[in-house]
């Protein structure tokens, strides 16, 4: 992998404009590269100070899921509020520097991947309840900001609807398109549209996926949350029941936030971050979540099986979808007093 | 009839060879794609071994459920759907939660063994359910 003179120009003379000299470049270093996003670490160098960066580059805008610019007003917002993200330097739509519109943030060190973040855990206990409560404040400080300061292209529910009607009708649209019927997940359906839970007092500007995975994890607890890219306004409880679901746990079943922290631990850090808990509406988007996911597997087989996207990856999430289902059906008959999953 | 070795026998070799010597001797990108390939032919190796039976079953469960004589998979798990999306029949969802959690159970042992060993969340005081309707 060369470091390419272009990118290494485009992003000196980008950060340039923003820092009034264009850096040296160094270090360059493509760190992944998706087909919608690529991660590119480097060094900016002024004079004796260097500074490790990222750039995240969308090669081809047609496939990005959201604007960069909002993408980083989410960032931004988030840490006007106070939650640890990384600080961005600078965002550009122009694709003549790096070839697709990108933005420079700042280099974050730590651990993101699931089970690395699991073995921290484990070299030092104390660390778990730590983290989880870190996440509850982190998500409550975000959920205190006021959507209406947030982005105008940000995702926002359809006015004058209800935001679980909108939700439910969304899966729905999932189930439809099955290539087999799913009995388990129609019954996670059917439960969903008789149990919606109350209200919030009013809509939150979420991250959309806050979960182990896309947290950056040191000795110290949490440094930052990544990937903005689905952030909308919703109802705050979806960023809590999300980060809680099963799947994020890595085995760690028995602790329900990421495998590494109890729900305990993440109310407190919630509530002392200005976030109001809704039990009933933690537990229905936990289940809401653990359905899409599963019909987003079958999306997934169903994409390898059509020829649209052919991969062995994609092929074998099909296989997947039972895990899914075996989840959801234990939500829905849970902890719930006997008789609930029916009438 | 096919001579040894089975089915089963032969995808658990190409699993052993997948998850063994190939993987050893793949770089980069690849190394991910093979790991599952060689975990999909270990799926595979249990659907030989268990499909059938497991099949067997869901239908049994499905027929019994439904109050049918016959039928086969297939057919059983859509009209199932279709009856619980409509909703006519106020005791088909109690009665059929149970069953479902069997029948994906069984899938389980072929598609993820453990996967099954979790039986819902801790029913800490938080925890709703009642007055959500």
Redesign the interface.
Known sequence: MSASDPLQAGLGRALGEVWGEAPAIENLQIASAGARRRNVLFDAVRGAERVPLVATIIPNPAMQVMDVEVEVAGLRLAQEQGMPVPHVHGVWADRSYVGGPFFISERVEGETIPRQVLRLVEAEPSLGPKLATQCGHALGRLHAADPAKAHPGLNRPPAGRSIFDHALEGAEALIRELL?????F??GL??LE??T??RPDRLAVLHGDFRNGNLIVGPDGLRAALDWEVGHVGDPMEDLGWLCM?MWRFRN??L?VGGFG???EL?AGYEAGGGS?R??A???WKTLSTLRWGLGLAGQAKAHLDGSVP???M??SG??V??L???L?????????A????? | MQDRPTAAELLETIADLLEGDLLAATQGPLR??VR??G??CR?LEREARLGPSQEHREQQLLRELLQRADGEP?EL??A???A??A?DD??L??R??PV??EI??G??AI??PG??????????D????????
């Open positions: 087999q019927p799913s009995p388990s129609r019954l059917r439960w008789r149990h839970p109350s099963r079943d028995d329900e109890s729900r305990r109310r808990w039990a009933d933690f537990h229905w991969s062995i990856i092929a074998a296989r997947r039972a895990e289902e075996y989840d059906l234990m939500l829905l008959q849970g902890p719930a007093p008789g609930e999953t029916g009438s | 991910h794609p599952v390939a975990n999909l799926i297939t798990n859509a199932l759907d279709q619980l999306a909703g106020a005791t969802e109690p059929a939660l479902l959690v994906v159970r899938k389980l598609a993820k996967h099954d060993a979790y039986r819902g969340e801790p029913a800490d938080d925890v709703p359910g009642a007055g959500t309707r």
